[in-house]
């Protein structure tokens, strides 16, 4: 399963480097990090990034840190939905925890990120997935209008067991964005009134990208 591979070898790097406070990130393979994780000696605090996790995390029996209660972060481990490698960087937000994620990140010394080899391709946007960003529900019609403006082609994410719009932690909605053109106008995207966050971690918020298949992306190993 490449999903646990990545997850053991993540658990290996956090272990090596003690962290006091450990944050977790949100999706399917951070699953079975967190599974493997109950069952390591961490005796760490951690901190989530969705409500998933910390469901997850509280029902393990660890003791889980309010996020806006922390100042700092010493690891994180996270899934991601794309990782490029030219240049480096990742498409989050597939599981629409992209707010808290990259709140993590920002306050975290040490970024890892675990993938499968399918989420790995050369160029941002090979991989076909949206790029998704959190809007302020008020903000939706300003928000599309300057989309439309710029180009940007859009679609609101709805989910499963719930008509309508996804409603994410933060009680804010997703737009999932055609990742080429969103990928030239990142900047312009991230500075939009209305807009909480946008699913692109670049370079300064990665710094160990863990393959399963062995590949390592970002500053070398411990
Ligand atoms: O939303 C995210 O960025 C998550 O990390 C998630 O999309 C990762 O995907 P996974 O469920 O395949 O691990």
């Given at each position: ?83 490029s490698?030219?240049p480096?960087s ?112 670049e ?20």
């Amino acid at each position: 399963d490449p999903k646990l591979t990545a997850a053991r070898m993540a658990l290996e790097e956090v272990l090596k480097r003690q962290p006091k406070i450990l944050g977790v990130g949100s999706g399917t393979t951070v699953h079975k990090f967190i599974d493997e994780l109950s069952r390591s000696e961490f005796t760490g605090k951690v901190v989530s990034t969705s409500f998933d996790t910390t469901l997850r995390l509280k029902e393990k029996g660890f003791e889980v840190v309010d996020l806006m209660s922390v100042n700092r972060i010493d690891v994180s481990v996270d899934g991601a939905d794309e990782v490029s490698t030219e240049p480096l960087s990742l498409i989050k937000g597939g599981g629409a925890a992209l707010l808290r994620e990259k709140v993590v990140a920002e306050l975290s010394s040490f970024r890892i990120y675990i993938v499968d080899p399918s989420k790995v391709v050369e160029k941002p946007c090979d991989r076909g997935v949206p790029i998704p960003i959190e809007v302020v529900p008020v903000s939706l019609s300003a928000v599309t209008k300057n989309l439309e403006r710029l180009g940007v082609k859009w679609s609101v994410r709805t989910g499963s067991g719930k008509l309508g719009p996804v409603i994410t932690d933060n009680g804010n909605l997703v737009l999932d964005l055609e990742c080429n053109r969103a990928w030239e106008l990142l900047e312009e995207i991230k500075s939009l009134n209305g807009v909480a966050a946008v699913g692109v971690f670049e370079r300064d918020l990665i710094d160990l990208v863990i393959v399963s298949d062995g590949r390592k992306y970002g500053k070398d190993t411990m």
